[in-house]
Nanobody, 125 residues
Framework: QVQLVESGGGLVQAGGSLRLSCVGS????????MGWFRQAPGKEREFVAA????????DYVDSVKGRFTISRDNAKSTVNLQMANVKPDDTAVYYC??????????????????WGQGTQVTVSS
């Protein structure tokens, strides 16, 4: 299995930027399809973005397209989420998740086996 630890959350003003990172350990990081999810207070956890093992394919929920960028560095066992032009609606706990294999296009949380503990992102208006 793989262990995931997120970092980079915090308080940011609307229109600002923030970079989240997730470091994996325990298994070969490149064997995993990586995703970011978020959960706002009182809401269900939702898919945000995902990236294939090579970084060649990415997927975004419509609400963050053009504002967020997911990337990975397999040599450092890291996946990042660069958040730009953030909005108050982006306020949530952000979770990193991993799914073994080379298939892509997974957006449901039950399709991911491994999760980090989450990092809080708060966007002030």
């Amino acid at each position: 299995q793989v262990q995931l630890v997120e970092s980079g959350g915090g308080l940011v003003q609307a229109g600002g930027s923030l970079r989240l990172s997730c470091v994996g350990s325990g298994r070969t990081f490149s064997n995993y399809y990586m995703g970011w999810f978020r959960q706002a207070p009182g809401k269900e956890r939702e898919f945000v973005a995902a990236i294939s093992w090579s970084g060649g394919a990415t997927d975004y929920v419509d609400s963050v397209k053009g504002r967020f960028t997911i990337s990975r560095d397999n040599a450092k066992s890291t996946v990042n989420l660069q958040m730009a032009n953030v909005k108050p609606d982006d306020t949530a706990v952000y979770y990193c998740a991993a799914r073994a294999g080379v298939l892509i296009g997974f957006r449901r949380q039950e399709e991911y086996a491994y999760w980090g503990q989450g990092t809080q992102v708060t966007v002030s208006s």
